[in-house]
C-alpha cells in the first residue's frame, strides 16, 4: 500500500459535467440512490473530515499531508437486504482510493468497513467493491462484497491521490439489484425537486419533471462548465435533455422562487464491429482464446473505455450475465458465440448484436501401435488403422492411399492421415517401426563351477529380443541363471512379442575336465558330481575311437583311469549320461562338454 509522492500529472477528459456535484466535505455528501452519478474531476478537500487523523483504515496521508488531496463525498441509505458492491470508473493513469463507512453522522464515521489504498502501478481503471467489470479477478483494487441491512446508512469517501484528475463515474452492483432493481436503495434522502444525479445512455430520451403544485412558471437552464445559460423556449413543467450537463430549474410560486438542479450524464454507446467465424483443428479438451476476437469486436474503439464479454446465448448476452471464460474449453461441435459490448462508465449502455461461430476441425486421433513385430513363422503383418474414418484421407509414404498396408519387410513406415473441411486441412502424422522376430532356439547351454549353486548360461542361435524362465519362475530378459542345484531343470526361451516359445530339459551336474591318477592323492579319480539327484543315472567312458572303457552308476566311486587294470594313456576321453525322465524313458543329457582330459 505504499504510495509515491511523486506522479506524472496529465490533464485528460473523463466527462463533460459540471464539478458542482462533488461535495468536498462529509456534512454535504452528495445523496443518491437508484440513479448513479458521472462526476467531474476533483479539485482540493475543503475542511479536514479526519480532524488531523494520519490514517482512517487503509487511508494514510497523501500529497496535501492530510488524509484527504481532492475528495468527494456519498451517502446513501439500503432500502433492502442483499449483497452489494460498486465499481469506480477512472483513467488508466490516475490514482484513486475509497473508503466505505457504515454511520448515520460524519462526526462518528469509525473505521470503514471497505477500504483501499494501493497506488495504481499496474494501470487499472477500476477500484470498488465486488468484482473488477474486466473480469480481473485478482485486482488489488477490490474488496469483498458488502452485505447491506436494509435501513442502513453509509457515507463513501473517493479521494485523488494526485493534484490533477479527469474524474470518474459509480456504478452500483451485487445482487441486490438483481432482486430489487427499482428500490435496493433509499431515494427519500434525496429532498431535490428533480431527484439524484441520472447517468443515461446516448440516444435515451431523459425527461426532467419539476411539477409543482401552485407553480406560476418554470425557467430552466443549463451549465456545461461556462456557468448557467437560460435555455430558450422552456417553460414547461417538464423538460427533455439530450446534452451531458448540469440542469437547473427555477419554479415561480406565490411564495417565492424554489430552485433545484440535477446532474445529469450521457455515455456513449458502444457499436460492436463485425466479427468473422473461426474454423480451425480441434483436438480433444482444447481451449479456444476468445481475447483474440476482442480487438475485432472493439474495432477502433478504446478498451480503457469498453470491455467485451462472451456469452453462450443471445439473452445471455443481453442481460449481460453468466460471461464464459475467455479460455473456452470447446465441447467439439460447432458453437454460436454471443457478444457483449459494454460501457465501463455506464454498464447500461451496451450493444448485444453481434455473434461469431466456432467451426471446429477435428484433428484425426490415431489408434495403432508405432512399434509392431513381425513373427518370423508368420511373414507378415497389417498396419495401420484398422477402424478407419471414411471421411479422412490416407496417405503412407510408401505410396498406398489406405488406412492399413500389409507388411512382411522390416523398416519404418509412415502414415498421414488428413481431415479437410471449409479449406483447412487437419493433419496427424505417425510413423511404424516395423521388425521382424524369429524363432527362439537354444543352441548350446554353459553350466559353470562344479559346485551345489552352479551358473547355466543358456546360449541363443539367433540375435533377437527374448525373455528366459527356469523351472517355471518368472520370465526374465537375462540369459543367464545363477545358484542352480544340481538336477534335472525346465529351461523355456520364448520371443516377448508373442512369435512362440522353445522348452528345454537340461541336466545340471559337475565333474573335472582335468584328472592325473599319478599316486599324489589328488584328483585321483574321474567323477560326476550331482548324479544322486538323477533317476538310475549311468555315465559311460569312451576312448577317442568309441571304444567303451568305463560304465558308472552314481554308486561308484570314479574312474581311475585303467582298463582292465592297466592304465591308460594322457589324452581325452568321451563320457555320456543317460537317466530315466518323469516318463519312465532312458534319455542322454543335452548340452553337457562331453569329454574331459587325463594326465599322468
Known amino acids: 500500500m505504499i504510495k509515491a509522492f511523486v506522479k506524472t500529472l496529465l490533464m485528460l477528459i473523463f466527462t463533460q459535467v459540471a464539478q458542482a456535484q462533488v461535495a468536498q466535505d462529509c456534512a454535504s455528501a452528495i445523496p ?6 458521472v462526476n467531474g474531476g476533483t479539485n482540493g478537500f475543503g475542511s479536514d473530515d479526519f480532524n488531523g487523523a494520519t490514517s482512517s483504515g487503509c487511508l494514510e496521508q497523501t500529497t496535501t499531508g492530510a488524509i484527504e488531496s481532492n475528495s468527494a463525498w456519498y451517502r446513501f441509505r439500503a432500502a433492502q437486504t442483499g449483497q452489494l458492491g460498486f465499481n469506480i470508473g477512472h483513467n488508466s493513469n490516475e490514482d484513486w482510493d475509497f473508503a466505505l463507512y457504515r454511520a448515520t453522522d460524519c462526526s462518528d464515521l469509525g473505521e470503514p468497513i471497505r477500504c483501499n489504498f494501493f497506488d495504481n502501478s499496474e494501470g487499472t481503471s477500476f477500484i470498488g467493491v465486488g468484482e473488477d467489470p474486466t473480469g480481473n479477478e485478482d485486482s488489488v483494487h477490490y474488496e469483498d462484497w458488502v452485505q447491506v441491512q436494509a435501513g442502513e446508512d453509509y457515507y463513501l469517501f473517493i479521494n485523488n491521490f494526485s493534484n490533477v484528475n479527469s474524474g470518474f463515474s459509480i456504478q452500483f452492483t451485487g445482487d441486490i439489484w438483481v432482486d430489487h432493481p427499482n428500490d435496493a436503495l433509499d431515494c427519500s434522502i434525496v429532498s431535490n425537486l428533480l431527484g439524484p444525479p441520472i447517468a443515461a445512455c446516448e440516444g435515451e430520451n431523459v425527461v426532467l419533471d419539476a411539477t409543482t403544485s401552485g407553480a406560476m412558471g418554470y425557467e430552466w437552464y443549463m451549465d456545461q462548465g461556462s456557468g448557467f445559460q437560460l435555455i430558450s423556449g422552456a417553460t414547461n413543467a417538464v423538460y427533455t435533455v439530450q446534452d451531458s450537463a448540469q440542469y437547473r430549474v427555477v419554479v415561480a410560486t406565490a411564495n417565492g422562487n424554489i430552485v433545484s438542479d440535477v446532474q445529469v450524464g450521457f455515455n456513449e454507446v458502444p457499436v460492436t464491429g463485425t466479427l468473422v467465424d473461426e474454423t480451425f483443428c480441434y483436438e480433444i479438451g482444447m481451449t479456444f482464446d476468445l481475447n483474440t476476437k476482442t480487438s475485432e469486436a472493439l474495432g477502433g474503439m478504446d478498451p480503457n473505455d469498453f470491455v467485451v464479454s462472451y456469452h453462450s446465448s443471445q439473452s445471455d448476452a443481453h442481460a449481460g450475465v453468466n460471461p464464459l471464460e475467455k479460455q473456452y474449453v470447446l465441447t467439439g461441435g460447432t458453437e454460436t458465440i454471443y457478444v457483449r459490448t459494454t460501457s465501463l462508465a455506464n454498464p447500461d449502455c451496451f450493444d448485444a448484436s453481434q455473434s461469431f461461430t466456432l467451426n471446429p476441425i477435428e484433428t484425426p486421433v490415431l489408434s495403432f501401435e508405432e512399434e509392431v513385430v513381425i513373427c518370423e513363422a508368420i511373414g507378415n503383418l497389417e498396419i495401420g488403422e484398422t477402424q478407419p474414418n471414411p471421411g479422412y484421407s490416407y496417405q503412407w509414404n510408401t505410396g498406398e492411399q489406405t488406412p492399413s498396408i500389409v507388411v ?7 502414415l498421414t492421415v488428413s481431415n479437410e473441411s471449409n479449406g ?177
Open 408 to 414: 512382411s519387410e522390416e523398416g519404418e513406415y509412415t
Open 424 to 600: 483447412v486441412v487437419c493433419e496427424t502424422v505417425r510413423t511404424v517401426s516395423v521388425t521382424i522376430s524369429n524363432l527362439p532356439v537354444i543352441s548350446s547351454i554353459d553350466i559353470e563351477d562344479m559346485s551345489v549353486n552352479n551358473t547355466v548360461t543358456i546360449n541363443m542361435e539367433n540375435f533377437g529380443e527374448y525373455e528366459f524362465s527356469l523351472d517355471g519362475g518368472d520370465f526374465q530378459s537375462s540369459n543367464v541363471f545363477e545358484g542352480v542345484a544340481p538336477g534335472v531343470h525346465t529351461v523355456t526361451m520364448r520371443d516377448p512379442f508373442g512369435c512362440g516359445e522353445v522348452e528345454e530339459e537340461i541336466v545340471v551336474v559337475g565333474f573335472l575336465s582335468i584328472f592325473s591318477p599319478n599316486g599324489d592323492v589328488l584328483n585321483e579319480t574321474w567323477q560326476i558330481e550331482g548324479l544322486s539327484t538323477l533317476n538310475s543315472p549311468i555315465v559311460t567312458i569312451y576312448d577317442r575311437y568309441g571304444k567303451l572303457i568305463k560304465q558308472m552308476t552314481e554308486f561308484d566311486p570314479g574312474w581311475d583311469g585303467s582298463f582292465n587294470g592297466k592304465p591308460l594313456p594322457s589324452t581325452d576321453y568321451w563320457f555320456k549320461l543317460s537317466y530315466v525322465d518323469d516318463n519312465g524313458n532312458r534319455t542322454y543329457a543335452k548340452y553337457i562338454q562331453s569329454h574331459f582330459s587325463l594326465r599322468r
Open 32 to 37: 443518491i440512490c437508484s440513479n448513479t452519478p
